[in-house]
């Protein structure tokens, strides 16, 4: 077992088994000179030897501590939080970020990283990416330097748990209507009160801090606010659970309600304001989520591909011999591989300062839609064992349904592409 530590985390190792591990994809095998179905383009080869080392880890670690969780997670609609500190451990949280513990890798690695958490299961890497992309993401981007000093370092080791407070009971692609206000203390000075409601927020009923987004009551902007639960009073932030959910059971959701909760001045992003914060949050989770949705993707390929070859049918054949299984194999295989090597493609363009929105609404938009349209397909090659949870692939239908309406809704992102191509604003 070798060691990698990853700049900016010497305390923290990134373990890496150079051996090829059955249960772990092997990113860093010797080019191919037959056709891998796994990775038909050979995507590996473009990545960096530290992009190499992070996927793996990433990789074992997701194949041996969370896989065998999640089908009792999932039933139970219950979240485990050590979860995260597990993935601080290991440097996953954060990982994109410079300094404050944190790994500091390319905007790939991140990628490599939800890739394999969403492998297993679209919930643990809710939770995952809320931690590390929404959360620390914009504390990192827009909080003060006392901010990022005292929590990025714990929530990078997972000990300090995030949430994400931008989606409003009635404004769910609209949140520049959004009712939430801040006004300032009546009577304390440096001191806002929050008063509003928001809902779907993943980790919510754990979160020690959570991102709201606010109106400012004196300008009528959008600012962003750093709440911590600690210094909440009794009655002024409540979290409660949503529970009997369809999809995502496997994390935690609620809703984040405020009745003029105390939060200090210095607890405001200094700069930023209007939906300029939160969208870019947005964008970094989105990134994640498009390569995200190909790790549970290519579980469904792998899944329906073995069950293909093991279940025999008519005869005594394999249903893999049928053209309209295989049909349904390589045009999933052909969208992973595609949906693949286009979210490389942003990764780069990210951390050269070249990615635009709107390249990040294309590859979030077309690979959930992918994902959630070649899952739905290859259930069909299980016939009525897909209803089984122990196959596994219901699950992620179940999750992809969510993936693709959540953090910009599908036809959202194509409204934002048809602006880009045309210059005309859809939205109104």
């Known amino acids: 077992m070798s060691r990698i530590i990853l700049r900016n985390c010497p305390h923290r190792v990134l373990q890496v088994s150079l051996r090829r591990n059955a249960n772990v994809r092997g990113f860093a095998a010797a080019a191919a000179t037959s056709f891998d179905w796994e990775d038909p383009l050979l995507a590996k080869t473009l990545l960096t030897e530290e992009e190499v080392a992070v996927g793996e880890t990433a990789e074992r670690y997701c194949q041996e ?27 996953l949280l954060g990982a994109t970020i410079q300094g404050y513990g944190c790994a500091g890798v390319s905007t790939v690695a991140g990628g490599l990283i939800t890739r394999a958490v969403e492998r297993v299961d679209s919930g643990y890497r809710s939770g995952m990416s809320v931690q590390s992309s929404l959360v620390m993401g914009g504390i990192h981007e827009f909080g003060s330097a006392e901010l990022k000093e005292r929590l990025l370092p714990g929530m990078a080791r997972g000990e300090i748990l995030g949430a994400f407070g931008l989606t ?13 206000v801040a006004r300032r203390h009546p009577q304390k000075t440096g001191v806002y009160l929050l008063s509003g409601a928001k809902t779907w927020i993943t980790n919510s009923p754990i979160a020690d801090v959570l991102l709201v987004w606010a109106k400012l009551e004196e300008t009528g902007k959008i600012r962003g606010f750093v709440v911590e639960r600690k210094d909440c009073p009794a009655g002024t932030l409540e979290t409660p659970a949503i529970k009997n959910k369809n999809g995502l059971r496997a994390s935690i959701t609620g809703m984040i309600q405020l009745d003029n909760c105390p939060v200090r001045e210095e607890n405001m992003f200094p700069e930023v304001e209007g939906l300029k914060g939160p969208f870019s949050c947005l964008n970094s989770a989105r990134y994640g989520i498009a390569l995200g949705t190909m790790g549970a993707l290519e579980d469904c390929i792998a899944r329906a591909r073995t069950y293909a070859l093991e279940r025999k049918q008519f005869k005594g054949n394999p249903l893999a011999k049928y053209q309209l299984v295989q049909k349904k194999l390589a045009d999933a295989v052909t969208d992973a591989t595609y949906g693949t090597l ?3 493609q942003v990764g780069r363009l990210k951390d050269e300062g070249k990615a635009t929105p709107e390249m990040i609404s294309l590859i979030k938009r077309q690979n959930c839609d992918k994902a959630l349209h070649n899952a739905r397909v290859l259930q069909e090659i299980f016939g009525g064992n897909a209803v089984s949870d122990e196959y596994g692939i219901g699950r992620h239908v179940a999750n992809l ?5 959540y953090e910009g809704q599908s ?3 194509s409204l934002i592409l048809g602006r880009a191509i045309t210059g005309v604003q859809a939205f109104a």
């Open 342 to 344: 286009a979210a490389i």
């Open 65 to 91: 501590r969370l896989l065998p969780r999640v089908l009792q997670a999932y039933r139970d609609e219950d979240y485990d939080s050590k979860i995260l500190r597990e993935m601080g451990e290991l440097g």
């Open 168 to 180: 409003e009971p009635n404004h769910g692609s609209d949140p520049g209507s959004m009712e939430t």
């Open 401 to 405: 349904y969510v993936t693709q309406t």
């Open 411 to 413: 036809d959202i992102h």
